[in-house]
């Protein structure tokens, strides 16, 4: 029986959308003494197992990024599969 696959999902806002939390996190960082610091962009990842001989695992990990991870009109998102 072959291993199952894995794949990391990066969900992050575009470009030119703006990133409350983002901007939040980066005025405590200030705050705290980091001042280097000069913009915090906020995301969120998801790892997910899929069964080693499902079909077109590629296509269908894009259809549910598309559909219920991100919402495309204001986020992107990039797939890694370490196997």
């Not at 409350?20 to 913009?39: E, N, R, S, W």
């Not at 906020?42 to 001989?53: L, V």
């Amino acid at each position: 029986m072959a291993d199952n696959k894995k794949a990391v999902v990066h969900v992050r806002l575009k470009d030119g959308v703006l990133d409350p939390q983002g901007v939040t996190i980066q005025k405590a960082l200030v705050q705290m003494g980091y001042d280097d610091i000069l913009a915090v962009r906020s995301g969120r990842f998801f790892e997910m197992e899929i069964k080693a001989d499902a079909a077109d695992i590629d296509r269908k990990i894009d259809e549910v990024c598309s559909r219920l991870l991100a919402n495309p009109v204001i986020e992107e998102f990039q797939v890694e599969t370490p196997n």
